[in-house]
């Protein structure tokens, strides 16, 4: 991991040069995605299955719905029984306050309305691997429910041992309808076009790999998706008391996501900066995944050092990263100065992973520096709106010269003539 104490202008370059790393590797695997895309969109099932078998080891996808997850969840300990229970309940109350009603505007003879319409269906996609998250089916279901999403549905990698218990748990809880047993850029391609298996959906979202993630950003408009999401990232605002055991492992706690994952320690103190970098040392040796971290803060790790906080701030904002920690003394008045980021953690008792999995917030977030225009996932995600008008015959009268004047302002005499006929 490196230490930079350069000028802002320096440091900015390097950030730049540190994302267009990630983009070089998202281009590399663009052809191959749109093949697989293609093939699927043309083939369906099979060539989902081809691929099944190619990148999965077979082509036999299984379809899993609320029995199994029943089944799944009461099979779990009670402990993590009762955790994925609080994590719910924290989850629901936290989206349940994003519930957006629709609107009305009257005027005499005339009304103006926004409706706001669940979508129909949505699939979800759950990664598989070196690692199962229930919390991800938690963060995406349970705001699509609450929204009124009638048909959820999950996509993720086979394993030798079949789909995680805890997956099929959390899916239970959640109140997902199915899951399906594929995953990868084929797995997308049935979410958006739909196979003899797989019915397609109006929406994908999920995090997974970078495959999965091309695939996602590929299929956009076709139907929507969540966001175009990149490997995980933390930025960390600290200041001369800031606790280098306390950032060491924060800065860890994403690192350990992937090789591209991006770890980012501000400070305007030298002497935490040099005694951050000790301890990362320290606390990697003790790691299961240490491979993993220490690759990614070799390469997208980075300790900046600034000359006050103003310029942490200004950097932070520049980074706009997927998650945030302020670890000052008045962490809630740095807040006030933060407008890119996906979610903040205000102080040093406020680690990332307690966003990760019980707070309530959702942890499905804009990466790559997306956060300056995107936000994270939310019940508003699972809805759209629809507009209505509806006018009297005296409104008509009233606006028809201003329609008729608009119209042929710009050419568009058709326009002008949809009004003249009401009118003779």
Known sequence: MKIINTSKESIFDFLDMQREKVLTNNKNVENVVREILENVRKNKD????????????????????????????????????????????RISAFHN???????????????LGQIIRPLKRVGLYVPGGTASYPSSVLMNAIPAKIAGVEEI?????????????????????AGVNSLYTVGGAHGIAALAYGTETIRKVDKIVGPGNIYVATAKKLVYGT??????????????????????????????????????????????????????????????????RAEITS?????????????????????????????????????EVILER????????LGEYTPEPIGDYIA??????????????????????????????????????????????????????GHANSIRVRLE
């Open 97 to 111: 306050e994003q519930i957006q009603k629709g609107i009305k505007i009257t005027d005499e003879g005339s009304e």
């Open 295 to 331: 690759k990614a803060l070799e390469e997208y790790g980075v300790i900046i050092i600034t000359k006050d906080i103003e310029e942490s701030i200004e950097i932070a904002n520049y980074i706009s990263p997927e998650h945030l920690e302020i670890m000052v003394e008045k962490p």
């Open 153 to 173: 549905v999950i996509i993720t990698p086979p394993s030798k041992n079949g789909v995680n218990l805890d997956i099929l748990a959390a899916a239970y809880i």
């Open 223 to 288: 139907c929507d998706i969540d966001m175009i999401a990149g490997p995980s990232e933390i930025t960390i605002i600290a200041d001369n008391k800031g606790r280098e055991r306390f950032i060491a492992a924060d800065l860890i706690s994403q690192a350990e996501h992937d090789k591209l994952a991006s770890a980012i320690l501000v400070t305007d103190s030298e002497a935490v900066a040099k005694r951050t970098l000790e301890e990362l040392k320290n606390q990697l040796s003790r790691l299961e």
């Open 360 to 413: 309530g917030s959702n942890h499905v977030l804009p990466t790559g520096g997306s956060a300056r225009f995107f936000s994270p996932l939310s019940v508003e995600s699972f809805t759209k709106k629809m507009q209505y008008i509806s006018y009297s015959k005296s409104k008509f009268i009233e606006d028809s010269k201003s329609v008729i004047t608009f119209a042929e302002r710009e050419g568009l005499t």
């Open 46 to 89: 099979k060539a989902l299955k081809g691929y099944a078998l190619k990148f999965d080891g077979t082509e036999e996808i299984k379809e899993y719905t609320g029995k199994d997850f029943k089944e799944a969840f009461t099979s779990l300990d009670e402990e993590f029984k009762d955790v994925l229970i609080k994590a719910t309940e």
């Open 338 to 345: 933060i407008y890119n980021a996906g979610s903040v953690f």
